[in-house]
């Protein structure tokens, strides 16, 4: 069958897959975010369901202070032994840790920590014994692809750590993935950083610790050279293989830009799909000629589902920023209630913000918003110094409509409307170039006019995170009510 990339779309990068029973189940990255490291299952690689998230509680998730782009960074999932694995590390506290689960669709247990540095812990299981990699440095004072065996209890360190990759020469050697595949160890990589140089390298030895000779045909999945192409950046990604068909693929990250020849991205880093075989000497062979497509054919006999609409009926997509204070949150039926605090949109705390990730260009955010002693609205969230608030803000019992675009150090509203009662009808129209922002009171409605996505984008903002689409509230004490809430793309 053919199907489309990206496979999930918006901002979920740093995909790493494994398969249980002949199901497989992806986690992603998810920084300053609550709750953290989203998850997947998939029957057939192409069509993925959100089953939750891995971290659900605070004690596994410090983001207290985390900035923006930090907080957790590309997990590793794993399957061994009747037991689901999660490696990532935490920047904000610097800490490498997994947490495990029997039951996929349960709680997962409180981390442990590995005393190794480096971002991007993979783990690979062999014969009883169980191996922890990442870009770190090792016991010799070495830098590369570092690798030590860990008793799998306790995370204590078993073995000496030892480089076992140097990569093909690229920058940001990154995102070790180890596999026995055809009587050879398999080590992929992510080279040349999370932009428009990034790649896929691979290297291969007969032994777990030594003589990794890297592929003569580096890097392997790449759109470097693809100039003018939607999908770049593609890169950062992880092998699995379909049991029943023997099919291989990568799941990998990769952005897609805004127009041809507008190198911008607000989307975020996104989950793409792109077919592996192997080739006579058993290299793997991505793609086509090693570039992600928009469409490749796959084997199997199933259709490719996409999700058009979003409402708070989707609990699971549904996102917090840093350490939320629940108290502060409440959704009855179709009506969610928030509760400011001093915490605002512009800062690196915790404000009352809850949002689901942009999935698409072009679309359509409608939302019913009312607000009591301060801010309540509808937030384009890329990080707190890049987004537009259109609110509802109630003050000294006048309320008005308003839009706030905050561009790094350009910050200011742009139109403020009075309105007679303190609830309005906000809607956001999205296209690839801007958003265009509305609010309607009883049958009369007024334009704030556009706003552009390239100064949300990650080329402007930088990060690694996707635009948000968010409700919030603010000033201590601001109550909003936001019904009617519905995202629909076309
Ligand atoms: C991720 C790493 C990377 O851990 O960015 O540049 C980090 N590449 O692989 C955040 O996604």
Known sequence: MNYKNPVIRGFYPDPSVCEANGRFYLVTSSFQYFPGVPLFESTDLVNWHQIGHVLTRMSQLPLKGALSSAGIFAPTIRYNEGTFYMVTTNTTTGKNFYVSAKDIYGEWSEPIEVEQDGIDPSLYFEEGRAYFMSNGSDDF??????????????????????????????????????????????????????????????????????????????????????????????????????????????????????????????????????????????????????????????????????????????????????????????????????????????????????????????????????????????????????????????????????????????RYVRDSVPLAGNSADLTVKMNSFVYDFSVAEEGASHSFGFAHTRYVSTEVACGFTGVILGLYAQAEGAKGEFSEFSVTYE
């Open 141 to 410: 004072g070495d830098h590369g692809i570092t690798q030590c065996e860990i008793d799998i209890e306790t995370g204590r360190k078993l073995s000496q750590s030892r480089t076992i990759w140097h990569g093909s020469g690229g920058r940001y050697l990154e995102s070790p993935h180890l596999y026995k595949i055809g009587g050879w160890y398999l080590l992929t990589a992510a080279e040349g950083g999370t932009e428009y140089g990034h790649m896929i390298t691979c290297a291969r030895s007969r032994s777990l610790w030594e003589g990794f000779e890297g592929c003569p045909r580096n890097p392997i999945l790449t759109n470097r050279d693809l100039g003018g192409y939607q999908i770049q950046g593609v890169g950062h990604g992880d092998l699995v293989r379909r049991p029943d068909t023997g099919q291989w693929a990568f799941l990998h990250l990769g952005f897609r830009q805004i127009d041809q020849w507008l190198p911008f991205h607000h989307l975020g880093r996104e989950t793409f799909l792109t077919p592996v075989t192997f080739d006579e000497e058993g290299w793997p062979v991505c793609g086509e000629d090693g570039t992600c497509r928009e469409e490749f054919q796959i084997s199997g006999d199933f259709s490719q589902q996409e999700q058009k609409s979003f409402t708070f009926a989707d609990r699971e997509r549904w996102l917090y920023i840093r350490e939320p204070d629940m108290d502060r949150y409440e959704l009855r039926g179709e009506t969610l209630r928030l509760t400011g605090s001093q915490d605002t949109l512009d800062g690196i705390g915790s404000p009352t913000f809850t949002g689901i990730r942009q999935t698409d260009f072009c679309g359509v955010l409608k939302c019913r918003v009312s607000a009591e002693n301060g801010e309540a609205g509808i937030s384009i969230y890329m990080d707190e110094d890049h987004r537009y608030d259109l609110a509802v803000v109630n003050e000294n019992g006048q309320s008005r409509a308003q839009l706030r675009l905050v561009i790094g150090d350009a």
